[in-house]
């Protein structure tokens, strides 16, 4: 059984997937070992046990205690005790993904414990720093991290989910890596965290710890299923955005506008800019499409305090929606 080592934590299992390969060591642990054991009775949740469904997999609590991960495309398996120490794995037929899927859980909770974190980005890294560009879905944040590693000589680090050390913010890289498939087993202290927005121009704006928080919120992984490792993920992302300065980055989706963003961020930091305070809806309104026209209407209390309602173009009632 080989053992595998992914930021301070260490995994000794007898089946891993593909991208474990980088992420072996013969070094002694001297850290949480999380063991993964295979099985050959698939684990069984009491039929009454709740269920909490997500995109890839099932979890319930067993009535021993433990955690059962249940996989949503294969019959593969895995019960881990509340500290994601221990585990048997089930998988009756050959499922790379669904290993990695499996096995990223248990390392995932578990960094959470030690005060660590998953963050859904693109990282590159180039002359011992690190940079991280996160974002929704589609925004374009691998595209611009590209053409820093293609216009500046930067190399990915993790293409989609590095594993980050808060304390210290220090970006390693993991052995998922989602479609990029990128798994360098490296680690690099963080300049920064990009919050990618699509724009013709470059600016870089530096935001509030409320409005990191607010963003990175949506980005980080979160086991909903456990409230004590949930509350712990917050914890761990106060002490992240207390270490690492978090920016709005707003920028085309070519050369130059990373060749531009770099001379900001290295050269030129006194024209990062503070974010305003973000945009708040006031309670209390609803917008109507009347007649081809759209309405921002009171209701509530607000009937009493507000004489009529507000004519709404189509961008500003986009805005309120």
């Known amino acids: 059984m080989n053992t595998y080592k992914i930021t301070d934590i260490y995994l000794s299992s007898e089946k891993v997937s593909s991208g474990f390969e980088p992420f072996i060591t013969k070094e002694k642990p001297e850290g949480d070992i999380i063991t993964v054991k295979l099985t050959d009775k698939k684990p069984e949740a009491d039929k009454k046990a709740k269920q909490i469904q ?72 180039k002359d011992g720093i690190a940079l991280n560009f996160s974002g929704v879905s589609g925004v374009g944040k691998s595209t611009r991290a590209a053409k820093w590693v293609e216009a500046l000589g930067f ?65 980080i992984f979160i086991p909903m299923w456990d409230s004590e490792a949930s509350m712990y993920a917050f914890m761990n992302l106060r002490r992240l955005i207390k270490n690492v300065p978090v920016c709005r980055l ?30 708040k809806i006031k309670d209390e309104f609803i917008v109507r499409n009347m007649m081809g026209e759209y309405m921002a209407i009171p209701t509530g209390d607000n009937i009493a305090k507000f004489d009529g309602s507000v004519v709404l173009n189509e961008v500003s009632a986009f805005i309120v929606n």
Request: glycine content about 4%; some cysteine; aromatic content about 8%.
């Open 54 to 125: 997500t995109e890839n997999f099932n979890v319930c609590r067993m009535n021993n205690g433990n955690w059962l991960f249940t996989s949503v495309k294969s019959d593969m398996c895995m019960e881990i005790s509340p500290d994601y120490l221990n585990a048997v794995l089930y998988c009756s037929e050959e499922n790379d993904v669904e290993l990695a899927l499996l096995l990223r859980i248990a390392i995932e909770c578990r960094m959470i414990l030690r005060g660590n974190l998953s963050l859904h980005s693109a990282c590159i890294e």
């Open 155 to 219: 190399q990915f680090l993790s293409g989609d989910r590095p594993a980050i050390m808060t304390e210290k913010g220090i970006a390693c890289g993991a052995p998922w890596d989602g479609k990029e498939d990128i798994h360098r087993n490296i680690c690099r202290p963080i300049k920064m965290i990009f919050d990618v927005r699509r724009a013709p121009f470059v600016r870089v704006r530096k935001l509030s710890n409320e409005q990191a928080y607010a963003f990175l919120v949506k980005q």
């Open 250 to 279: 707003f920028s085309p989706p070519y050369g130059e506008g990373a060749r531009s963003s770099f001379d900001i961020v290295f050269n030129n930091s006194q024209n990062i800019l503070t974010e305003e305070k973000d945009m």
